[in-house]
């Protein structure tokens, strides 16, 4: 399940990000799956808090291609023309379930995102691109100052897939489950007791800049921690944060191969890699050389992007995910043969993901999305079921 980001690291005025972009899930839709045009979804309020909770369910409608935003009932609302600058989107909010409490709306055929926020709207905006998604890396953005988070989900004729990101940031907590045909229940993204205050003291202990992530309001409630890449985007986090593990990768692998194995139901698929000056070069079985990666700084490791980009294809994309979740796992120097899919040997090397590493040992099954493709090796955390009979949200103690 390929992890894609929407990348509003724009000023507002310029980021006009498609919402259901966010997530390529799911295979084809089939003719005449059973899966009904709505799933109801359970959201509880957990929090502790008692602040009035708002949430939006905003994507693309899968049968029509357009975005707009569904009310409790399920029912499409495509968003009116925008401008520019950026004009105010439709109220989309549905009020959310009061602490201690459960409210249940209804989730249509969707790819797009669940936001949720505490104690005030979202102010979400339409330029002539579409919705203006919340870029809080941006000091002016107007929800800077909310505490808020979403999910990502995808709803087609083949099932649902439903996920807790912590890709962009790490936030007021929550969990997503999903209800089988057989009763069964599934769930992911709960934190450890003391989890959320526990990842941010893990950040601050770093050094090294990893405290920079975290933003607070001026009367000191904690926000959020920006993701890696909008930290070094930002000056958050020093550009160079990756160096030294980066050079020794490189220095490693040009007098070793480095062998990648992208396909889990493919082992006989291998590519072998080797640095020749700043380049990786990748050949086939057949020696015929197939791709190559320039030396590689923080925001691409990051970002699993730019000199790591991912193209949907069958070569380089899969081969720039391994490298992607090697580097930001620290793996590559652990074992020449990737993906290392073993928990025990990620985030041990002194240079690492901090922010990825502090999230996943929070977790309490250890699945976090901490990054682009933390999906290599099935660490991301994810339900998905081909005939949902209910999901679930749980909003998490912020503790």
Not at 8 to 27: E, F, K, T
Request: proline letters at 8%; one cysteine or more.
């Amino acid at each position: 399940m390929p992890h894609t980001r929407t990348r509003p690291a724009l000023p507002l005025v310029a980021a006009a990000a498609l919402v259901g972009s966010v997530l390529a899930l799911g295979a084809p839709g089939r003719a005449g799956a059973a899966v009904p045009d709505t799933v109801p979804l359970q959201i509880t309020n957990n929090s502790g808090r008692s602040e009035p909770v708002y949430v939006y369910d905003l994507g693309t409608q899968l049968s029509s291609g357009q975005q707009g935003w569904a009310d409790a009932g399920g029912a499409f609302h495509a968003w009116p023309a925008g401008g520019n600058p950026p004009t105010p989107a439709p109220d989309a909010s549905i009020a959310g379930p009061t602490p201690g409490q459960s409210t249940t709306i209804r989730i249509p055929k969707f790819s797009g995102r669940i936001y949720f926020s505490y104690g005030q709207k979202l102010d979400f905006r339409l330029t002539t691109g579409g919705l203006v998604q919340p870029a809080v890396q941006n000091p002016s953005d107007p929800n800077r100052n909310i505490l808020f988070n979403w999910s990502e989900y995808t709803l087609n004729d083949s099932g649902l897939w439903l996920n807790s990101t912590q890709v962009d940031m790490f936030s007021a907590p929550y969990a997503v489950g999903v209800q089988r045909a057989d009763g069964s229940v599934s769930t992911t993204g709960h934190l450890k007791s003391a989890g959320y205050t526990g990842f941010f003291n893990d950040l601050r202990a770093q050094g090294g800049g990893w405290a920079g992530l975290i933003q607070t309001r001026s009367d000191g409630t904690v926000l959020r921690a920006l993701s890696p890449l909008y930290g070094v985007e930002t000056g958050a986090l020093p550009a160079n944060v990756m160096d030294d593990y980066i050079n020794r990768v490189w220095q490693k692998y040009a007098a070793t191969t480095l062998t990648v194995s992208p396909f889990a139901d493919q082992p006989g698929t291998k590519y072998s890699g080797r640095v020749s000056g700043d380049v990786m070069n990748f050949t086939d079985s057949s020696g015929t050389v197939v791709t190559s990666f320039q030396k590689p700084d923080a925001d691409s490791v990051f970002g699993c992007h730019k000199l790591l980009d991912a193209p949907n294809d069958n070569v380089r994309g899969p081969i720039s995910r391994t490298l992607c979740a090697g580097f930001n796992r620290s793996t590559l120097l652990v074992d020449s043969n990737q993906p290392d899919t073993t928990p025990a040997d990620f985030y041990r090397d002194a240079v690492t993901n901090q922010y990825a590493r502090a999230v996943h040992a929070q977790m309490t099954d250890g699945k976090a999305y901490a990054f682009a493709f933390d999906d290599v090796g099935n660490q991301e955390s994810l339900v998905n079921d081909g005939n949902p009979q209910q999901a679930y949200l749980t909003l998490d103690p912020l503790s």
